[in-house]
Every structure is written in C-alpha cells, then in structure tokens.
C-alpha cells in the first residue's frame, strides 16, 4: 500500500508543529508519573505514537515525516558524538507507528539499528513488523533475509525471507542467485559481498554507502574511488 502524502497546503505544517509542541506542554507534567518510553539511561522521554495521535488530527502522515527527520538528524548528532544510540529503536517505532506503510523508515531504521547500533534484534524486529504491514513490498523481506544472513548467520531464516521477496514484484535481479546459494550452502563470503555491493548501489545516502563501504573492506574489498561518487 502506497504512502498518501497529501500535505501540499503548509498550514497543515504550521497545524502539526502547534500541536506537537502543545502535545509536550500539556504531557510533560505527567511524564515521571507515565515513565513513557524512558531510555536506559534514564536521559530522555519519548512520547508514544499513541499517546500523540489523538493531537495530531488525523495528521499521522505528516508527524511520522517530521519524526523521521528528527530521528535522522539524532542519528547524526550520536554518529558525531558518544556513537550511543539508546532511544534510536523507541524514535523508529513511533514513526512506523504513525506510519506503518512508511518503507524507507524501516529499510534505513533497519540498517542504522543493526550496523551503527549494533541492535541486530531490534533491526529485525522492526522489518518484521514493514514485512507484516507491507506483504506485497519485497523490501522488508529482503532485508530480512540480508540481516539473518549477515548479522546472525541464520541461514534457514536467511533462505525463507528471501524466498518470500523473490516471489515479490520489483525485486533485484540477483534475490534468485542467492537463494540458489543458501540452497546449495555454498558462496558465503562471495554472496555476503555481492549483498553488501547491492546495498551500496541501491542507495543515494551516504551514511549508508559508508556503512557498505566499511564491511566490504572487513570481506577484502576495497571500491575504486570511481565507484564511491
């Protein structure tokens, strides 16, 4: 199911950015109480989609890109910073909350949680709930298959999600050459290159194409400077 981005009218920015900041004016007196979403190290709160969505007025769409832009810009701060990221799964999850066809938020929450968090668990969790909201995208199985078999070494699960996006339209080409591999349990390092060659080709982030960069350097491949621009 396709996202309805119909927020055109910039009132409707003006609305939200009011009611958001309402929303935490009015909340934050009960938050000790409520404890919602406190993050281990008890630095932070963060309001649950549920707790927002009555404020929102049917804006759910325009909050979760608001909330998607304050979570990259998070994750940036923490890059640069302590490399901590203790509330980047509780932000995702509000977001895919209030949008649960929102497939990017899942795709890069997925990556960023596994390869800058190190939250392999909580990656999967989150492309669970993309594969579960979004059965016809061949996005969050894809990257099922990809985390459980470059993360946990689960070929099994790796094989199943894969499967399931090759059945999916729109899929890359080589998903079959994969699958064909973990039929044949053969081709683990070269297949774990080509995955990450494919991650690094299907996006335009450069947070990512890093990330891509940095394990295929662990597997002894090292991009020509042409590749990386």
Known sequence: MA???????RRRWILLLCLCWVGAWVIAPDLDQRKLSRSREGSSYLIPAQQLRPLLLGYDLIAADLFWLETIQYLGRHLLGDQKFTDL????FRVVSLDPYFVDAYR???IFLAYSAGQV????RLLKRGAAFNPDRWEPAHDLGILYY???KDYPQALYWLQRADRLPGRPDYVPRFVARLYASTGHTQTAIEMWIGIYDQ?????????????LGKLGVHLPPETEG
Request: glycine share 8%.
């Open 150 to 152: 470059l993360c946990k």
């Open 3 to 9: 996202r309805r981005l119909g927020y055109s009218d």
């Open 121 to 124: 668990d909580e990656a999967i």
């Open 89 to 92: 799964y509780p932000r995702l």
């Open 108 to 110: 890069l929450g997925g």
């Open 203 to 215: 996006t335009n982030l450069s947070w990512v194409k890093d990330i891509a960069r940095r394990e």
